[in-house]
T-cell receptor
């Protein structure tokens, strides 16, 4: 079965712009999480969505937001981009029941570069 | 609060030698523990997970890890390194009551010919 699909793979944006990243989970998975990966901070949890509701949120400013659609696809949005937002953004989905013991299946990520 | 410490940001081993990547965790309740591998320009792939069943967990690609509560450790091992094992490895922890996973900083494994 298909894995977690993230689009686009690469993105270059200018400071002050906004960006939307997309994630399609594994078919049947209703839980989608987002992580930011940078060389300095490592992997940091952004948020998790389950059945269109945000279930958990990390310590990121309000410029970072997300949503989940009825087909479980998820988008994350970053407004007013800053240079420090340059990172690899990873999406992951979990099976049902969406407990942590299932572990995440990750997509290949979207590499965002802010110039 | 839960946390993960991976000892050594870079580890080099010769091809055919033992691989040992160290991970210590901190958790106030019995944790779930994971090891993930990341190849260049790729996402994370789950190697193995501990969820309070057997303390010795076998994963993919010949890797295994042992949960030691007394040492709060979950070290990753592989008896014989292969060139294809060169990658970055992440240890992660989560508590049963919390859905998010906390990752360590990662250890980059280099395989020497």
């Amino acid at each position: 079965k298909a894995g977690v699909t993230q689009t686009p793979r690469y993105l270059i944006k200018t400071r002050g712009q906004q960006v939307t990243l997309s994630c399609s989970p594994i078919s049947g998975h209703r839980s989608v999480s987002w992580y930011q990966q940078t060389p300095g901070q490592g992997l940091q949890f952004l948020f998790e969505y389950f059945s269109e509701t945000q279930r958990n949120k990390g310590n990121f400013p309000g410029r970072f937001s997300g949503r989940q659609f009825s087909n479980s696809r998820s988008e994350m949005n970053v407004s007013t981009l800053e240079l420090g937002d340059s990172a690899l953004y990873l999406c992951a989905s979990r099976g049902d029941p969406p407990t942590v013991s299932n572990g995440y299946t990750f997509g290949s990520g979207t590499r965002l570069t802010v110039v | 609060a839960q946390s993960v410490t991976q000892l050594g940001s870079h580890v080099s081993v010769s091809e055919g030698a033992l691989v040992l990547l160290r991970c210590n965790y901190s958790s106030s309740v019995p944790p779930y523990l994971f090891w993930y591998v990341q190849y260049p320009n790729q996402g994370l792939q789950l190697l193995l997970k501990y969820t309070s069943a057997a303390t010795l967990v076998k994963g993919i690609n010949g890797f295994e890890a042992e949960f030691k509560k007394s040492e709060t450790s979950f070290h990753l091992t592989k008896p014989s390194a292969h060139m294809s094992d060169a990658a970055e490895y992440f240890c992660a922890v989560s508590e049963v009551r919390d859905d998010k996973i906390i990752f360590g900083k990662g250890t980059r494994l280099h395989i020497l010919p």
